[in-house]
């Protein structure tokens, strides 16, 4: 509820204060304030028209598109915030004399439609930046209805105190005012980049820096008091992740040291240009030194994989010549050979590891077998009465056709075996003695023979690996974002802050020398004073 009061107070009052000099202006000229309320009529409409769109489409979406939502909206709200930050921060205390050259330049440009036009997008930036804002502090918010409750009074608050500011019987040191504001709208700006990292996450948009960091379920019970001013208001969770605190400080403190730094200690422009330079060169160094800093990870796998008992022996994959691969049973000290067909290739799963597999059949027909069965064998054989068999109206004999069949299945990732096992199951065809059709029985071993020899890869060691490789397929994704991703975008900062440094230095407004501008009486650097909002409705 504190973030979004915070939010709609001050929201409220800039866009109040926008309102209030435009009126006040257009008083002390003789105009009608008409055009200028149809204006704000509208873009109030349109910024509510816009954060119920975009609550209704969030809530029509899949939880996983949600979470991409939510993560956009809070990246965009971030943005708006910090701009509005910043701009009141340089702009606060010529605030009234820019709207009023604005507005005479509206007055004699267009007369009362650039007026409208003046009104409605002031306003539209305010309301547009809040409906954002609002939705996205909703979403991290722990309830939903006293967020809610907040926003509308700081709404309020910020209508009263435009309107005291208005007639003149409030006075409020605006510069002052947004300093005190703005510091506790970057705090609430740093929680949506960890609240924005998060769904980002939960869409699947961001897999790396996930490791746990501290664990602040000590301070922030569900239910208490600190845990609705670090959770619900700052959007700190009780389990922040590396990236989310990393994202964290390089928002929050950045953005604190520009706001906040003494007035009286900011560097020329020369020095300024040649510091963009040094952090410039800074961060493409740190960019390229990450690569070689986080080793790309290695897989370090058997070739092969064991048998489980009884069986005996390992199974392992070959890649041939030509590319082609096979696989390789080992047992007793034979080796058996299984051509693995492009063909029968199969794209699919293996207990979630992205994976190929190969589905075998091979038939064969076993010789000097019997041709006829009696009922009695045929139980014996198949350890019941077959189904469809009934010994008083098909007593036997049978005629009996036999088969082999061996079904062998290979799931295998990055030219890794991850499981490879093989069935082999006898079968009898039965015909005659009044069966209306043949009945084909499996039996549990061929006459004479023993049970039929199957295989599979030892379970543990298939966990194993399956183990070996998630793990090794999350340390790929963290190399690549820390490693590749990471330089990419801190070679991009760089570009941009040294492309911005040089355009001071070689540019037209080259600054010839450094050094703070002094007041003729002291010697020191001239301080700007601050002017009141009361002036504003002068």
């Given at each position: 509820m504190l973030a979004t009061l915070v939010i709609g107070l001050r929201e409220g009052l800039e866009a109040s204060l926008i309102i209030g000099i435009i009126a006040a202006f257009l008083r002390r000229n003789g105009q009608s304030l008409l055009p200028m309320w149809l204006g704000v009529g509208l873009a109030v409409l349109l910024s509510i028209a816009v954060g119920v769109g975009l609550?209704?489409?969030?809530?029509?979406?899949?939880?996983?598109?949600?979470?991409?939502?939510e993560t956009i909206i809070g990246a965009v709200a971030v943005f708006f915030v910090t701009g509005m930050i910043l701009w009141m921060s340089a702009h606060a205390r010529s605030l009234r004399r820019e709207l009023e050259a604005e507005a005479a330049e509206a007055l004699t440009r267009a007369g009362i439609w650039a007026m409208v036009l003046m009104a409605f997008l002031a306003v539209l930036r305010e309301g547009f930046e809040t409906s954002v804002f609002l939705l996205a502090t909703f979403s991290a918010a722990q309830s939903a209805a006293?967020?809610?409750?907040?926003?509308?009074?700081?709404?309020?608050?910020?209508?009263?105190?435009?309107?005291?500011?208005?007639?003149?019987?409030?006075?409020?040191?605006?510069?002052?005012?947004?300093?005190?504001?703005?510091?506790f709208l970057i705090l609430v700006a740093a929680g949506l980049v960890l609240s924005s990292l998060r769904t980002a996450h939960e869409a699947g948009w961001l897999v790396a820096g996930q490791q746990r960091t501290v664990d602040l379920s000590w301070l922030v019970a569900p239910g208490t008091v600190l845990s609705a001013l670090i959770t619900g208001v700052l959007g700190i969770p009780a389990d922040p992740r590396l990236i989310e605190v990393l994202g964290w400080l390089a928002y929050l403190i950045p953005v604190s040291v520009y706001v906040y730094w003494p007035q009286s200690r900011r560097p020329g422009p020369l020095l300024s240009a040649r510091l963009k330079l040094g952090l410039?060169?800074?961060?493409?160094?740190?960019?390229?030194?990450?690569?070689?800093?986080?080793?790309?990870?290695?897989?370090?796998?058997?070739?092969?994989?064991?048998l489980a008992a009884p069986a005996?022996?390992?199974?392992?994959?070959?890649?041939?010549?030509?590319g082609a691969a096979s696989l390789v049973l080992t047992q007793d000290g034979a080796r058996q050979t299984f051509a693995l067909p492009a063909g029968l290739r199969q794209d699919g799963a293996h207990d979630g590891i992205p994976a190929a597999s190969w589905a075998l059949r091979s038939?064969?027909?076993?010789?000097?077998?019997?041709?006829?069965?009696?009922?009695?064998?045929?139980?014996?054989?198949?350890?019941?009465?077959?189904?469809?068999?009934?010994?008083?109206?098909h007593p036997g004999p049978y005629a009996a056709s036999w088969m082999v069949v061996t079904n062998t299945s290979v799931w295998a990732a990055g030219g890794v075996l991850i499981d490879a096992a093989q069935k082999v199951t006898p079968v009898v065809t039965l015909s005659g003695s009044g069966l209306p059709a043949p009945r084909v029985v499996t039996v549990t071993a061929l006459p004479g023979a023993a049970p039929a020899a199957a295989w599979q890869a030892d379970p543990a060691q298939v966990k194993t690996t399956i183990t070996a490789l998630r793990a090794h397929e999350a340390a790929r994704q963290e190399h690549r974002f820390w490693a590749r991703r990471i330089p990419v975008a801190l070679a991009l900062v760089a570009l941009l802050i040294a492309v911005g440094a040089l355009r001071s230095l070689i540019g037209p407004g080259r600054p010839s020398a450094p050094g703070p501008r002094l007041s003729p009486k002291t010697g020191r650097r001239a301080a700007t004073t601050t002017e009141g909002v009361s002036h504003a409705a002068e």
């Amino acid at each position: 509820m504190l973030a979004t009061l915070v939010i709609g107070l001050r929201e409220g009052l800039e866009a109040s204060l926008i309102i209030g000099i435009i009126a006040a202006f257009l008083r002390r000229n003789g105009q009608s304030l008409l055009p200028m309320w149809l204006g704000v009529g509208l873009a109030v409409l349109l910024s509510i028209a816009v954060g119920v769109g975009l609550s209704l489409l969030e809530q029509a979406l899949p939880q996983a598109q949600q979470e991409a939502l939510e993560t956009i909206i809070g990246a965009v709200a971030v943005f708006f915030v910090t701009g509005m930050i910043l701009w009141m921060s340089a702009h606060a205390r010529s605030l009234r004399r820019e709207l009023e050259a604005e507005a005479a330049e509206a007055l004699t440009r267009a007369g009362i439609w650039a007026m409208v036009l003046m009104a409605f997008l002031a306003v539209l930036r305010e309301g547009f930046e809040t409906s954002v804002f609002l939705l996205a502090t909703f979403s991290a918010a722990q309830s939903a209805a006293w967020a809610a409750a907040g926003a509308i009074a700081g709404l309020l608050l910020a209508v009263c105190v435009g309107w005291g500011i208005y007639a003149g019987g409030v006075k409020i040191n605006l510069s002052r005012f947004f300093r005190i504001t703005g510091g506790f709208l970057i705090l609430v700006a740093a929680g949506l980049v960890l609240s924005s990292l998060r769904t980002a996450h939960e869409a699947g948009w961001l897999v790396a820096g996930q490791q746990r960091t501290v664990d602040l379920s000590w301070l922030v019970a569900p239910g208490t008091v600190l845990s609705a001013l670090i959770t619900g208001v700052l959007g700190i969770p009780a389990d922040p992740r590396l990236i989310e605190v990393l994202g964290w400080l390089a928002y929050l403190i950045p953005v604190s040291v520009y706001v906040y730094w003494p007035q009286s200690r900011r560097p020329g422009p020369l020095l300024s240009a040649r510091l963009k330079l040094g952090l410039a060169a800074a961060l493409a160094l740190a960019g390229a030194a990450l690569p070689l800093a986080i080793p790309a990870p290695r897989l370090d796998l058997p070739a092969t994989l064991a048998l489980a008992a009884p069986a005996g022996g390992t199974v392992g994959l070959q890649q041939g010549a030509d590319g082609a691969a096979s696989l390789v049973l080992t047992q007793d000290g034979a080796r058996q050979t299984f051509a693995l067909p492009a063909g029968l290739r199969q794209d699919g799963a293996h207990d979630g590891i992205p994976a190929a597999s190969w589905a075998l059949r091979s038939v064969a027909v076993p010789e000097g077998l019997p041709d006829t069965l009696t009922l009695d064998e045929v139980v014996q054989l198949a350890g019941r009465v077959p189904a469809g068999l009934t010994p008083a109206r098909h007593p036997g004999p049978y005629a009996a056709s036999w088969m082999v069949v061996t079904n062998t299945s290979v799931w295998a990732a990055g030219g890794v075996l991850i499981d490879a096992a093989q069935k082999v199951t006898p079968v009898v065809t039965l015909s005659g003695s009044g069966l209306p059709a043949p009945r084909v029985v499996t039996v549990t071993a061929l006459p004479g023979a023993a049970p039929a020899a199957a295989w599979q890869a030892d379970p543990a060691q298939v966990k194993t690996t399956i183990t070996a490789l998630r793990a090794h397929e999350a340390a790929r994704q963290e190399h690549r974002f820390w490693a590749r991703r990471i330089p990419v975008a801190l070679a991009l900062v760089a570009l941009l802050i040294a492309v911005g440094a040089l355009r001071s230095l070689i540019g037209p407004g080259r600054p010839s020398a450094p050094g703070p501008r002094l007041s003729p009486k002291t010697g020191r650097r001239a301080a700007t004073t601050t002017e009141g909002v009361s002036h504003a409705a002068e």
